[in-house]
């Protein structure tokens, strides 16, 4: 099933559409698919469009301190910031640009806004190493937080699974601060909501920047593309979970 989940938003994503349009452009010899195909890449490939929509991902959601959130028992913080890295003798690891949501889930605690920490034991079939959880609960250890205070919840593999295997660890309706990427949030409060827990949202990790529009923003650019393919992916995402929830 995950192959599935992680496969059908790449065929429908920008991406996919420009190839199956290029693709049928060349075997059917026909001009105009393969130029819809290549206009719709320059589009995306510009800064000015793909920072409107990674803006669009993140709209519901604003920079908060921690005094502005309501206190809970437990904060979790979901997995997607660590990125093994291969060596000699086996596998390290290293943060990703997502590290602000741990960072989020020791300063709550630090500052007693939750007593106790849950982190998602993400691992999908294709991973190696140790599951994330396991490498943030010691980092979070190394930070001055007593074992004690954290939990791990079981093998999971996207949003819905952390969703239900927190909700089993909780008592129903529990209060929780759930920490997350921005542009990921909207999706994970919905899912768990739905789980009968009462979500207080933290979002952290803000893909978006206040800039200058410059001429550089009007020249197609990969990483423009690649951040434009992704708004797609995740509301694909979104799409799915408010059709399943």
């Not at 640009?97 to 034991?121: H, P, S």
């Not at 250890?141 to 791990?152: A, E, K, P, T, V």
């Not at 295997?165 to 739905?194: D, G, Y």
């Amino acid at each position: 099933m995950i192959y599935i989940n992680k496969i059908l938003p790449i065929i429908f994503s920008p991406l996919g559409l420009i190839i199956i349009l290029l693709i049928f452009g060349i075997f059917r010899k026909k001009m105009l698919p393969s130029l819809i195909g290549l206009v719709i890449l320059i589009l995306l490939s510009l800064p000015i469009v793909s920072g409107h929509l990674i803006k669009l991902l993140e709209k519901n959601y604003r920079p908060t301190t921690l005094n502005e959130i309501v206190s809970a028992e437990t904060v979790i913080v979901l997995s997607g910031m660590v990125k093994p890295i291969k060596q000699n003798n086996g596998v390290r690891y290293e943060f990703s640009e997502a590290v602000d949501r741990i960072l989020a889930g020791i300063n709550i605690l630090k500052t007693g806004k939750a007593q106790k920490i849950i982190l998602t034991r993400g691992q999908l079939p294709w991973s190696v190493g140790v599951p994330e959880g396991d490498f943030l609960a010691e980092f979070v250890q190394s930070q001055g937080i007593d074992s004690n205070r954290i939990l791990l919840t079981e093998i999971v593999q996207n949003t819905n699974d952390e969703a239900k295997a927190i909700s089993r660890m909780l008592p129903k309706n529990s209060k929780v601060i759930l920490v997350t990427s921005a542009f990921h949030m909207p999706r994970a409060e919905k899912v768990f909501q739905n789980q009968n827990l009462k979500v207080i949202p933290y979002a952290v990790d803000f893909i978006s920047s206040a800039k200058k529009i410059s001429v550089m923003d009007f020249l197609p650019q990969a990483h423009a593309f690649k951040d434009s393919n992704f708004y797609f992916r995740e509301i694909i995402g979104r799409a799915y979970y408010s059709m399943r929830y």
